[in-house]
């Protein structure tokens, strides 16, 4: 049983261009230095954005990984050596690279605009044989559910168009009145949060925006919301079918 909490301090730093894009990493490279290592089948998660202009990364390749971009506050471009063209995505919006054997891709993060971009493992040995691809989706297609005291949407699980290869992802961005919530868990999954925005009161402790949240094992989990708390919400399996990149090379 385990909730473990990752503040900024805590989480690994990296920027683009000077300083140009910014970024806190709740699960960092190995060599980045954060105390999160990856787990489950995430692999990598950074939290990016331009504090004032707007700022590209060049083009540089991928393999294997499924790689995913979703637009926190206002809008990014992507490029890649498939498209070869620039879309862009606003809030809300999600992309997918399943990089396969080979892509390349560059990315421009807007002006104060923001975005999580995530790398999943869906199992690497089989996935780098395999073609890469690109799909996206707009904030739109996601299905959306109020009820009481909270608001859904579904990005990855039912209903939901987007698709990936890596086993048991669902995410999800729920908004909450403020109050007290009790969520029902599954023990065998891994919970990742990501408070968006607002604040959340766990056993005494205040958590504020940036703050990440690693559970497992658990069946419930009790918290005051306040400020209009928004989570992004990721489930993954506790323990993939299959051996992981970072099980395999660390």
């Known amino acids: 049983m385990s909730v473990v909490i990752f503040n900024k301090k805590e989480q690994a730093s990296g920027n683009f261009n000077n300083g140009e894009i910014l970024e806190k990493k709740p699960i960092g490279f190995p060599h980045d230095g954060g105390e999160l290592k990856p787990y489950s089948n995430l692999f990598y998660w950074a939290d990016a954005w331009t504090p004032s202009s707007r700022s590209t990364i060049g083009l540089h390749p991928h393999q294997g990984f499924e ?26 919006d999600a992309q997918i690279i399943r990089s396969g054997n080979g892509i390349s891709h560059a990315e421009e993060i807007l002006d104060n605009s923001r975005m999580f971009q995530i790398w999943f493992d869906p199992n690497i040995s089989k996935t780098i044989t395999q073609p890469a691809t690109y799909s996206d989706y707009k904030r739109a297609s996601f299905p959306l559910l109020k009820k009481e005291k909270t608001t859904i949407t579904t990005i990855i699980g039912n209903d939901s168009p987007f698709q990936m290869d890596s086993e048991g992802i669902e995410i ?8 007290l919530h009790e969520i ?18 766990y056993e005494n402790k205040n958590l504020s925006e940036g703050t990440f949240i690693k559970i497992e094992k ?33």
């Not at 206002?74 to 620039?86: A, E, L, R």
């Not at 408070?195 to 959340?200: A, P, V």
């Open 67 to 92: 790689i995913c971009s979703f637009v926190i506050e206002g809008s990014i471009k992507h490029f890649d050596s498939q498209q070869n063209k620039w879309i862009e995505l606003k809030k809300g």
């Open 172 to 179: 999800y961005e729920i908004k909450y009145d403020d109050g």
């Open 184 to 201: 029902n868990l599954d023990s065998k999954k891994v919970y990742s949060f990501f408070i968006k925005k607002g604040n959340l009161m």
């Open 218 to 250: 658990e069946s419930k989990l009790n918290f005051k919301a306040s400020s209009d708390l928004e989570l992004f919400e990721i489930r993954s399996p506790l323990k993939p079918k299959y051996s992981t990149y970072f099980e395999r090379f660390n």
